[in-house]
T-cell receptor
Framework: NAGVTQTPKFRILKIGQSMTLQCAQD?????MYWYRQDPGMGLKLIYY???????DKGEVPNGYNVSRSTTEDFPLRLELAAPSQTSVYFC???????????FGQGTRLTVV | GNSVTQMEGPVTLSEEAFLTINCTYT??????LFWYVQYPGEGLQLLLK?????DKGSNKGFEATYRKETTSFHLEKGSVQVSDSAVYFC????????????FGTGTRLTIIP
């Protein structure tokens, strides 16, 4: 059972570079989320989606973009990487908002 | 808006000690409440949940009771093991107009043999 798959697991970016963090789920979940987790901190919501073609901003969307063209995929785009975006990024999905969220294993991103 | 306040960490206990991690919440509606656990180098996993007042969630010896009167969902375990060392997150999902989970800041638990 794959669940939620994130790639890559680790990445080092230079300031100003761009990249896309990939997230795919095979559970046919409508809801998908991107969180970032800074050292010693909780999770902050970046963007979320309640279904294909629908996305909305979370608490900390600046510097990021998302798209949801299919139910399965929810990529997160960093256009101009900044050191403040150094973090661990988690993708998650759920069938509905009050149900269990399933998390990927995370992408550790360092911007230097 | 919704918020979750968790007991500050880190918490260090000896094996077989009793564990309590406090969690209180603020929500506009009638939320579902969750405890997630994050083991080193991994993503979050659901530990237990409760969907209405007075419900008790339980799993792997951990328990938490949904207390509406005190807006709390404290996590307890009677006898902790070294393998319980992890970061624990309290979270809520509000049924009213909110499409997301709101997390507490997490509590790092270390169990020493």
């Amino acid at each position: 059972n794959a669940g939620v798959t994130q790639t890559p697991k680790f990445r080092i970016l230079k300031i100003g570079q761009s990249m896309t963090l990939q997230c795919a789920q095979d559970m046919n979940h409508n809801y998908m989320y991107w969180y970032r987790q800074d050292p010693g901190m909780g999770l902050k919501l970046i963007y979320y989606s309640v279904g294909a073609g629908i996305t909305d901003k979370g608490e900390v969307p600046n510097g990021y973009n998302v798209s949801r063209s299919t139910t399965e995929d929810f990529p997160l785009r960093l256009e101009l990487a900044a050191p403040s975006q150094t973090s661990v990024y988690f993708c998650a999905s759920s069938s509905y908002r009050n149900t269990e969220a399933f998390f990927g294993q995370g992408t550790r991103l360092t911007v230097v | 808006g919704n918020s979750v306040t968790q007991m500050e960490g880190p918490v260090t206990l000896s094996e077989e000690a009793f564990l309590t991690i406090n969690c209180t919440y603020t929500a506009t509606g009638y939320p579902s409440l969750f405890w997630y656990v994050q083991y080193p180098g991994e993503g979050l996993q659901l530990l237990l949940k409760a969907t209405k007042a007075d419900d008790k969630g339980s799993n792997k010896g951990f328990e938490a009771t949904y207390r509406k009167e005190t807006t709390s969902f404290h996590l307890e375990k009677g006898s902790v093991q070294v393998s319980d060392s992890a970061v624990y997150f309290c979270a809520l999902s509000d049924e009213v107009g909110n499409e997301k989970l709101t997390f507490g800041t997490g509590t790092r638990l270390t169990i020493i043999p």
